[in-house]
């Protein structure tokens, strides 16, 4: 089985390299570890390249938002790097056991998607133990690691663009992942009311500065939730022509590096 490991980042060097030092010492397991930056202006790039040859590679591209750089991510690692099970975190969340990748691997194996019970949210879990045989079940997903099977990917997709930097669409795309049952369920047979099967971790979560605090910009992510769910499961990296032909260029610089 091939396992790809995915560190999405923007302007965060220093944590970068927390996160990137310890996924090397805690991963035993061959897997490809690919970073994706989203135009980042500080020394981002030179944090990666003291890594070498340990990042299986670096995607790079003009600041799109969440979305399109976890895309970035997705798709190389589903494409590219043909991995069974994408493992994708934010460039704030670190592991800090040894082994930590394999329950992620036989989550998503066994049911196509899984998120990460974050301990904020913890008094919404009301079913399951956390562990990849029995994961908790919450009405609350977050960003900070997600697991996805190439199986589950080839039915639902990337995550909808036009989110752009707004943030909140991880929810919006693990709803898409529940309506085809994967990672999740809905309580209601008449209403979509999804649970979300979510994974204990061993992470250190550092996000003492978040992207996503503006009150307005939450409001419109919740707003674009709703517009954006009743459209079809499956989406592209993109959503239209001009964003295809960048979304291309950039995987295509990424492998003639």
């Known amino acids: 089985m091939r396992i790809g490991v995915g560190v999405a980042t923007f302007n965060r060097s220093k944590k970068l390299k927390v996160t990137l030092e310890n996924i090397l010492l805690n991963t035993p397991t061959d897997v490809d570890i690919v970073v994706a930056d989203d135009g980042s202006s ?149 209403e979509f009311t999804p649970m979300y099967y979510l994974l204990s971790g061993n992470f250190v979560v550092s996000a003492e500065e978040s992207y996503f605090t503006d009150e307005k910009k939450i409001s419109d992510s919740i707003k674009m939730v709703h517009d954006l769910i009743d459209g079809p499961d499956f989406r592209l990296p993109w959503s239209d022509n001009a964003q295809a032909v960048e979304f291309r260029s950039e995987i295509e610089s990424s492998l003639n590096k």
């Open 42 to 190: 500080d020394d981002t790039m030179h944090v990666i390249e003291q890594f070498g040859t340990r990042i299986s590679n670096t995607i790079t591209g003009r600041n799109h938002g969440a979305a399109w750089n976890k895309n970035r991510l997705l798709f190389y690692l589903d494409r590219v790097c043909r991995a069974d099970v994408c493992i994708i975190l934010e460039d704030d969340t670190y592991p800090i056991s040894q082994d930590w990748e394999s329950s992620w691997v036989d989550a998503a194996s066994r049911l196509g998607h899984v998120g990460y019970a974050a301990p904020w949210f913890a008094n919404s879990f009301v079913g399951g133990d956390g562990s990849a045989i029995s994961p908790y079940e919450s009405c609350n997903t977050t960003a900070q690691c997600a697991a996805f099977s190439s199986y589950a990917l080839s039915y639902v997709g990337y995550m909808d663009s036009r989110f752009g930097k707004l943030g909140g669409e991880h929810v919006e795309h693990s709803m898409r992942f529940v309506r085809n049952r994967f990672g999740g369920y809905s309580i209601s047979e008449t």
